[in-house]
């Protein structure tokens, strides 16, 4: 078969799967292992030689170890020290030897159950970023101790490949001689050297040129010109390109390097999970369903149990430990590299790897789903305990102005009525932002805008204005829905977050609205037009006819929202009426 055909079938099948798996929640990991699967011997196939591609695809891993070393600086790996030797170190180390023995229960050897151990020990960083990116817990407890825990395995994952190499004397293999131990350590001195007194300055000479594709080129050429070098050493090409990341790491065009490499990296560690998804043997689960079904469980609920139990040994509350370790139980990417390894050296044999890959894939699948299960379970047990919040007590003192949420938006009301003596009354749902105001000495009650009782007690029957500054949309607009139903009286001034916003508050007859970034930019729009040589008061003219355009397209687009070729003509219209009214205004610059 020529290389067109199969490029054609690796990439139309990735174009179709993965987007699906991602907008399904199971992550684009789990879309080209399935691609390669359906393509591979043990479905249709299509591809009967895995090993076509395999070295191919190995370029994905080198560029993504590249990538890891150009993210790993000195002093952001300083300053995480703790939990990265804390939580990272205790993590791989009580998991490497809890699935260890466990492993050696079955009957392989010491090095062979550490070696197979500390590979299931390691998470899909994949995975678990992109879940931790999703549910918006990044900058959470669990979500930057798990985040610690990847780098750490991402770290020391790259000399355990370099050392597995080695493993194969056991069986065989070439052992480490001191002359390579001499030649890698004088590689890296030299590499030190050379990416302190020779990349930089040459990378410095391309990106004066400012050519896109020498750069590229450049770059390409030091990975895989160090990635070879380590080859040819007996060591793994994927170590002299870590290296090579971590040497530029502090270099000004660090992130230049990142973006022009990205697009490859992705490419081929696609390419690299589809020959990984290929050598998945589904035969063995047809077979032995239960058996593979069983140690797929056994392996999360112990690696699971060994997070959560290492992170409150480290002083991690219960709830923050239990998240994360539902987030990182499943197998990752360096597990499946690592077996390829094993298997190339025949460190394992070729049916445990099978059974391997097919174990940290189904862990992968169903890593997803027991969140989804767990949440689904956390969200009962909330219902049942959920009661009904403890608002303040208002005192009643009539004021004829209430602001709705009190936050950057509602305080600069605030602070105008308090300067000119003005009472009223603020409304506010977060906790924390109230204790922050009470500080100042700001008085705010703790309330919801949307529940008509206590709206009564703030006064909204007598009040005269309502100024509704709900940061939230959704709560914005189920307020609004409230006070214009149980208090049609009542004047609203509102604050809308965007267009949208905008639209849906119109919806419920509200028409003094105000979006919060519009008249900002379009004041900060008039001094551009200074800056640029216009007169200030031909800058006003035109920002003020601006304002006055858009707020009527605002109208306008308000009416025909639902009907989109509509809506798209009348914008466009309105686009080049805005270009005729503004160019026939007399320039005087």
């Given at each position: 078969?020529?290389?067109?055909?199969?490029?054609?079938?690796?990439?139309?099948?990735?174009?179709?799967?993965?987007?699906?798996?991602?907008?399904?929640?199971?992550?684009?990991?789990?879309?080209?292992?399935?691609?390669?699967?359906?393509?591979?011997?043990?479905?249709?196939?299509?591809?009967?030689?895995?090993?076509?591609?395999?070295?191919?695809?190995?370029?994905?891993?080198?560029?993504?170890?590249?990538?890891?070393?150009?993210?790993?600086?000195?002093?952001?790996?300083?300053?995480?020290?703790?939990?990265?030797?804390?939580?990272?170190?205790?993590?791989?180390?009580?998991?490497?030897?809890?699935?260890?023995?466990?492993?050696?229960?079955?009957?392989?050897?010491?090095?062979?159950?550490?070696?197979?151990?500390?590979?299931?020990?390691?998470?899909?960083?994949?995975?678990?970023?992109?879940?931790?990116?999703?549910?918006?817990?990044?900058?959470?407890?669990?979500?930057?101790?798990?985040?610690?825990?990847?780098?750490?395995?991402?770290?020391?994952?790259?000399?355990?490949?370099?050392?597995?190499?080695?493993?194969?004397?056991?069986?065989?293999?070439?052992?480490?001689?001191?002359?390579?131990?001499?030649?890698?350590?004088?590689?890296?001195?030299?590499?030190?050297?050379?990416?302190?007194?020779?990349?930089?300055?040459?990378?410095?000479?391309?990106?004066?040129?400012?050519?896109?594709?020498?750069?590229?080129?450049?770059?390409?050429?030091?990975?895989?010109?160090?990635?070879?070098?380590?080859?040819?050493?007996?060591?793994?090409?994927?170590?002299?390109?870590?290296?090579?990341?971590?040497?530029?790491?502090?270099?000004?065009?660090?992130?230049?390097?990142?973006?022009?490499?990205?697009?490859?990296?992705?490419?081929?560690?696609?390419?690299?999970?589809?020959?990984?998804?290929?050598?998945?043997?589904?035969?063995?689960?047809?077979?032995?369903?239960?058996?593979?079904?069983?140690?797929?469980?056994?392996?999360?609920?112990?690696?699971?149990?060994?997070?959560?139990?290492?992170?409150?040994?480290?002083?991690?509350?219960?709830?923050?430990?239990?998240?994360?370790?539902?987030?990182?139980?499943?197998?990752?990417?360096?597990?499946?590299?690592?077996?390829?390894?094993?298997?190339?050296?025949?460190f394992l044999p070729a049916e445990t790897v099978e059974m391997?890959?097919?174990?940290?894939?189904?862990?992968?699948?169903?890593?997803?789903?027991?969140?989804?299960?767990?949440?689904?379970?956390?969200?009962?047990?909330?219902?049942?305990?959920?009661?009904?919040?403890?608002?303040?007590?208002?005192?009643?003192?009539?004021?004829?102005?209430?602001?709705?949420?009190?936050?950057?938006?509602?305080?600069i009301c605030g602070r105008i009525l308090r300067s000119l003596?003005?009472?009223?009354?603020?409304?506010?749902?977060?906790?924390?932002?109230?204790?922050?105001?009470?500080?100042?000495?700001?008085?705010?009650?703790?309330?919801?805008?949307?529940?008509?009782?206590?709206?009564?007690?703030?006064?909204?029957?007598?009040?005269?204005?309502?100024?509704?500054?709900?940061?939230?949309?959704?709560?914005?607009?189920?307020?609004?829905?409230?006070?214009?139903?149980?208090?049609?009286?009542?004047?609203?001034?509102?604050?809308?977050?965007?267009?949208?916003?905008?639209?849906?508050?119109?919806?419920?007859?509200?028409?003094?609205?105000?979006?919060?970034?519009?008249?900002?930019?379009?004041?900060?729009?008039?001094?551009?037009?200074?800056?640029?040589?216009?007169?200030?008061?031909?800058?006003?003219?035109?920002?003020?006819?601006?304002?006055?355009?858009?707020?009527?397209?605002?109208?306008?687009?308000?009416?025909?929202?639902?009907?989109?070729?509509?809506?798209?003509?009348?914008?466009?219209?309105?686009?080049?009426?805005?270009?005729?009214?503004?160019?026939?205004?007399?320039?005087?610059?």
């Amino acid at each position: 078969m020529d290389l067109i055909t199969p490029a054609l079938i690796y990439l139309s099948l990735s174009a179709l799967l993965v987007p699906l798996f991602h907008k399904l929640g199971l992550g684009s990991v789990l879309g080209y292992l399935t691609a390669g699967f359906i393509i591979g011997p043990h479905a249709l196939g299509v591809i009967k030689d895995v090993n076509s591609v395999s070295g191919f695809a190995e370029f994905g891993v080198v560029f993504l170890l590249f990538i890891i070393g150009l993210e790993l600086q000195p002093k952001k790996l300083w300053s995480m020290r703790k939990d990265l030797i804390g939580f990272g170190g205790l993590q791989i180390l009580a998991c490497t030897l809890g699935l260890g023995l466990i492993v050696k229960f079955f009957g392989f050897s010491w090095t062979q159950s550490m070696v197979i151990g500390f590979a299931l020990s390691l998470s899909s960083t994949a995975f678990a970023m992109q879940t931790l990116i999703e549910r918006k817990q990044l900058q959470t407890v669990p979500g930057k101790t798990a985040f610690a825990i990847l780098l750490m395995q991402d770290i020391i994952a790259i000399p355990a490949l370099a050392l597995i190499p080695l493993l194969g004397g056991e069986v065989g293999g070439s052992n480490l001689t001191r002359w390579t131990a001499l030649w890698f350590i004088g590689t890296v001195i030299v590499l030190v050297l050379i990416s302190r007194y020779l990349m930089r300055p040459l990378l410095r000479m391309v990106a004066s040129i400012r050519n896109r594709e020498i750069f590229t080129a450049i770059t390409l050429a030091i990975v895989l010109g160090v990635s070879m070098w380590m080859h040819h050493l007996g060591l793994s090409m994927g170590l002299g390109a870590f290296l090579a990341g971590v040497l530029l790491a502090d270099s000004e065009y660090r992130h230049e390097l990142e973006v022009d490499l990205e697009p490859f990296k992705g490419l081929l560690m696609g390419l690299f999970f589809i020959s990984v998804g290929m050598s998945v043997n589904i035969s063995l689960l047809v077979a032995s369903p239960l058996l593979i079904l069983a140690l797929t469980g056994l392996y999360q609920v112990v690696k699971g149990f060994l997070i959560v139990a290492a992170a409150r040994v480290l002083g991690l509350e219960a709830d923050s430990s239990k998240c994360m370790g539902l987030t990182i139980a499943q197998g990752g990417e360096f597990a499946f590299v690592i077996f390829a390894s094993t298997l190339k050296i025949n460190f394992l044999p070729a049916e445990t790897v099978e059974m391997l890959v097919l174990i940290v894939t189904l862990s992968m699948v169903l890593s997803p789903i027991a969140l989804a299960f767990n949440e689904k379970i956390l969200a009962s047990l909330n219902n049942r305990k959920k009661k009904d919040p403890q608002y303040d007590e208002i005192e009643a003192k009539n004021n004829h102005v209430i602001i709705a949420g009190y936050g950057r938006f509602g305080q600069i009301c605030g602070r105008i009525l308090r300067s000119l003596g003005i009472p009223f009354t603020a409304l506010e749902l977060d906790p924390a932002q109230i204790e922050l105001l009470r500080k100042f000495g700001t008085k705010v009650y703790y309330g919801d805008a949307s529940r008509a009782e206590l709206l009564e007690k703030a006064g909204a029957a007598d009040a005269t204005l309502l100024i509704l500054a709900i940061d939230d949309v959704d709560s914005s607009i189920e307020a609004a829905k409230v006070i214009t139903e149980q208090f049609p009286k009542l004047k609203i001034l509102a604050r809308a977050r965007n267009r949208d916003h905008a639209f849906q508050l119109r919806d419920l007859g509200i028409s003094f609205i105000k979006r919060e970034t519009f008249d900002a930019a379009v004041e900060l729009s008039k001094e551009m037009l200074v800056e640029l040589g216009y007169k200030r008061d031909h800058a006003d003219r035109l920002t003020d006819k601006f304002k006055l355009h858009d707020e009527s397209m605002l109208i306008e687009q308000h009416l025909i929202r639902h009907d989109e070729k509509q809506m798209i003509s009348v914008s466009r219209q309105g686009a080049e009426q805005l270009t005729q009214v503004l160019n026939d205004d007399i320039v005087l610059k």
